[in-house]
């Protein structure tokens, strides 16, 4: 079976992605900060559960330390877990929110890759968001260019630019950016999305068809439904 992990899973985008690729034949690996939510919707779906806080080096570590044990590689990485904060714009909110959504990607996509390079088909996809795309914000008519989000934004740019460095450093992986949409979730909520956002089953759809990729795809892209964003 191919092996796939998700971070951030419980809930949202990260926890459809886990359901479609589980009901697909997958055996994921449903990553999530909270002991009792991450078992909770590993049992729903019938995936097994990791405790992983990918702010936190030893977390991490376990948690790829147990899939080691137990299956000795990974197909597929989905480095989902992220943060959404407005205000106040300052330097402590700053480090937390790029601790999460870019820092986060480091300390999960280094801890995985030994996994990884013993794959036939490693892919990793990295949930990023159009709001870090500089084409996107200076677009007119884009809903980007309206939203004031500096911390997530930046972060976000971050995200993709990992991708692009990390599929230049390792060309037998796979390494895609996805802008998975406006999705209503618990994140979003209050952003002034409602009127435009879909539900987190059709967001995750765009994550799962990257994770789900072949080997003779493009990588070090950054993508959405309707294929490769310029950013």
């Not at 479609?20 to 019938?46: I, N, P, S, W």
């Not at 790829?64 to 904060?85: H, K, M, P, Q, S």
């Amino acid at each position: 079976m191919t092996v796939a992990l998700i971070t951030g899973a419980n809930k949202g985008i990260g926890f459809e992605t886990a359901r479609q690729l589980t009901e697909a034949g997958y055996d994921v690996y449903l990553g999530a900060r909270d002991v009792e939510r991450g078992e909770k919707a590993a049992a729903e779906l019938g995936a097994r559960f990791v405790q992983l806080d990918v702010t936190d080096d030893s977390s991490v570590t376990a948690a790829l330390a147990t899939i080691e044990e137990a299956e000795g590689r990974l197909d597929v990485l989905v480095n989902n877990a992220g943060v959404l904060v407005a205000e106040p714009l300052d330097g402590p909110t700053a480090l937390q929110v790029f601790d999460i959504n870019a820092v986060g990607i480091i300390r999960v996509t280094e801890a995985a890759l030994p996994l990884l390079r013993r794959s036939e088909n490693p892919r990793v996809v990295n949930v990023s968001s159009s709001m870090g795309s500089f084409w996107a914000n200076t677009t007119p008519g884009r809903v980007e260019q309206g939203m004031f989000l500096p911390l997530y934004a930046a972060s976000k740019s971050a995200a993709t630019m990992l991708t692009v460095q990390y599929a230049k450093a390792y060309d037998t992986i796979r390494f895609n950016a996805v802008e998975p949409g406006p999705t209503a979730t618990d994140m979003t909520a209050g952003y002034g999305i409602d009127d435009i956002a879909r539900p987190p089953a059709e967001s995750a759809k765009i994550v799962v068809r990257l994770a789900t990729l072949d080997l003779e795809v493009p990588t070090g892209t950054l993508q959405d439904k309707d294929g490769e964003l310029a950013w």
